[in-house]
């Protein structure tokens, strides 16, 4: 038995703290002393990891922590090696031989703490690996993740379970700040009963909400230009979308801001170092998607502002959350349209690949094994798609995944069970309704929260902006809405390359797909009415060149040759070599039709795979050449890729993509 006293005199050596607190010492005393199984609900900023890194180092084995977050897991190891304690991480950023270094040094006793993705489970080396690692200690961080009911679900965080049944006498924690009961008890259950649960106050004392209700896009953007300098400190803004990110951050430059933007778009170095430079406060502001946030562990955040309200409620004090860890005062902002809510229902609908895509998977193992790799380039969907399929096919024993990496069809398998879903989406509009009722309610916000994940504290938190009766409206003036238009009007998305897609530089696009009427004329051309774009698209995508490329000599303009389009793109080209006096080449052709790999029956949604789709005729005049590669649209960028990869075997120096329009997520 470690009494409190001895914990707090090792816990001072160790990581120069004075004591425990809050329910600390409650839970560390489960963990180390009964050898319990522990669910611990509380608060961002109240030290949960705290829970699992003390004991890991008091046991004499591994300590084994799942964890969703990778910038979590680089995090945690920094400071662990900061104080003298043996930690790393293994995930899907690092290379195979950074992977099995990590697990070398787990197996032969010199780690403390290893930090690994739930995804890595179905990896064979490490699943070999985990028999061969004195394990002492399972940590579940963001527990939520195994809860089918949680706000973040995901499938692999339920074979954690199947771990802990193989190891089932050494203590279990599970942690998050988000559970209502019905997802603590899912997580309970997940964890194989006789577990205990200690919850503590989810309150945040420190944090002023406030929601502001405004008519427009663009009365988004002058409130955060107009009210930013009066916030001190730096902090995250939250964008509904990448293409925002990127939109809301340009538009913060321009107005003399030090801003950047952030999303999982971006390469994993990349990432990395707006977080570091985060960490070091060196941007007043970062405008991102969620993917930022969750796992930073900087305490001086001062603000948060969301421009598209978030899903649900439990989504939002998980994101608001990230604000103010160090117990001062931080604001919080909600930029409030309803009718926002159209881009929150389309995530909804497509939280799930179609039916018709589980089937098509069923199918192909009907017909033979084949790795996660092999099903993806026969499907020509992305990878994070098809683990979805694979692992809501292992979850409901449809398929399984033997020993060799290799998926199998299970042939006694039970009826795929769409429903589950189905329901899951029905409590996904029920939470966005939610949410829009936090953002019309007059009462306290932080109680309304609060009560939103199951604390009845009842608490008043006397700060927000119904508890201090502020009037949150605002009137855009005609200097704002200029300055808006001048910057819209010289505003041109950039298409980002990185040092795998061969000798493809940085390209442009006019706008993004779902700005102002563009889509809608793309759309009308391509499937309606033929014929010709609008010169005012070649006008456009002309004043997008020249700010970016005016003085770059290029030799050639190559297009992606027509497929459903017809000539539009083709005639579109010549238009533009008008433009700019550099002549079009016609030598960039299709060799066969991107037709799918397999057919399969007709309720099975098509795919087109590019994959040696295309060819370059008379290839010796394009040998260390510059060339523009115009197309109408920018989407998943597989085509463009693929291009670019044959026309680099070809010796073209440099392939510089011009585009219309780039998508976002749920464009078309």
């Known amino acids: 038995m470690l009494s409190r006293t001895e914990a707090k005199n090792q816990l001072n050596e160790i990581f120069n703290i004075e004591d425990f607190y809050d329910k600390q010492w409650e839970v560390i005393s489960k963990i180390l002393n009964d050898r319990k199984k522990v669910l611990f609900i509380e608060k961002t900023s109240y030290g949960k990891s705290l829970c699992y890194q003390f004991p890991a180092t008091i046991f004499k084995g591994t300590t084994i922590i799942f964890s969703p977050l990778i910038a979590l897991m680089r995090d945690q190891v920094r400071y662990l090696k900061s104080k003298d304690i043996n930690a790393k991480t293994i995930n899907c950023e690092q290379t195979d031989e950074e992977n099995a270094k990590a697990l070398e040094l787990a197996k032969s006793g010199k780690l403390k703490l290893l930090y690994i993705a739930p995804e890595r489970q179905e990896n064979s080396k490490w699943i070999d690996a985990a028999f061969e690692i004195a394990v002492s200690f399972i940590v579940i961080d963001e527990a939520h993740c195994i809860s089918t009911w949680g706000h973040d679900f995901r499938p692999s965080f339920r074979r954690i379970a199947n771990l802990v049944k193989i190891l089932p006498d050494i203590p279990v924690l599970a942690t998050t700040a988000t559970a209502t009961q019905r997802t603590a008890k899912d997580i309970l259950e997940q ?5 205990d649960l200690v919850r503590g106050d989810l309150f945040r004392e420190n944090l002023e909400l406030n929601v502001i209700n405004l008519n427009s896009e663009i009365e988004k953007m002058a409130w955060i230009a107009e009210n930013l300098n009066n916030i001190e400190g730096n902090g995250i803004i939250y964008t509904g979308t990448r293409a925002d990110s990127e939109k809301y951050s340009d538009w913060l430059k321009y107005n003399g801001f030090n801003a950047t933007h952030y999303n999982a778009g971006l390469e994993s170095d990349e990432r990395k ?7 070091n406060n060196e941007y007043k502001c970062v405008g991102s998607t969620n993917a930022l946030g969750m796992g930073i562990d900087k305490p001086d955040i001062r603000f948060v502002i969301h421009t598209q309200f978030p899903s649900s409620p439990i989504n939002y004090y998980q994101e608001v959350g990230r604000a103010g860890r160090d117990g001062k005062e931080s604001y919080i902002f909600l930029l409030f349209n309803e009718k926002n809510k159209d881009l929150i229902i389309s995530f909804i609908n497509a939280f799930k690949p179609s039916l018709s895509r589980y089937y098509e998977v069923i199918e192909i193992l009907k017909k033979e094994s084949l790795t996660q790799k092999e099903i993806i380039k026969i499907m020509n969907i992305k990878q994070n798609q098809v683990g979805n399929i694979l692992a809501d096919l292992i979850d409901q024993k449809i398929i399984f995944k033997n020993n060799n990496s290799y998926y199998e069809y299970n042939a006694s398998t039970p009826k795929f069970d769409f429903n589950k879903f189905e329901k899951l989406r029905e409590i996904k509009f029920k939470e966005l309704e939610d949410i829009i009722q936090y953002c019309y309610s007059k009462d306290c916000r932080m109680n309304y929260l609060c009560n939103y994940l199951d604390d009845n504290s009842m608490e008043i938190c006397g700060k927000c902006d119904n508890c201090q009766k502020k009037d949150n ?76 490329y005016q003085d770059k000599k290029f030799d050639y303009i190559l297009f992606i040759p027509p497929t459903e389009s017809g000539n539009l793109v083709k005639n579109f080209a010549y238009k533009f070599s008008e433009k700019i006096n550099v002549p079009v080449s016609e030598d960039l052709v299709k060799i066969r039709e991107t037709q799918p790999q397999k057919n399969l029956n007709n309720a099975i949604l098509k795919r087109e795979n590019v994959k040696d789709a295309f060819n370059l005729r008379n290839s010796d005049k394009f040998i260390d050449k510059s060339v523009i590669l115009i197309d109408d649209i920018y989407d998943s960028g597989a085509t463009i890729k693929e291009i670019g990869k044959i026309l680099t075997c070809f010796g073209v120096r440099e392939i510089m993509p011009l585009v219309i329009a780039k998508t976002v997520s749920g464009d078309i």
């Open 273 to 279: 170092k707006i977080e570091e430079n985060f960490m």
């Open 473 to 548: 409206k605002y009137e855009i003036n005609k200097d704002w809405k200029q300055k808006i238009q001048d910057f819209l009007n010289d505003y041109f998305p950039i298409i980002e390359f990185n040092q795998r897609d061969k000798n493809l530089i940085n390209g442009i696009a006019s706008s993004y797909y779902g700005s102002s009427d563009i889509g809608k004329i793309i759309h009308h051309c391509k499937y309606e009415n033929g014929g010709n774009y609008p010169d005012f698209l070649v006008a456009l995508l002309y004043k997008a060149f020249k700010k970016y």
């Open 191 to 195: 964890m194989g009963g006789n577990v």
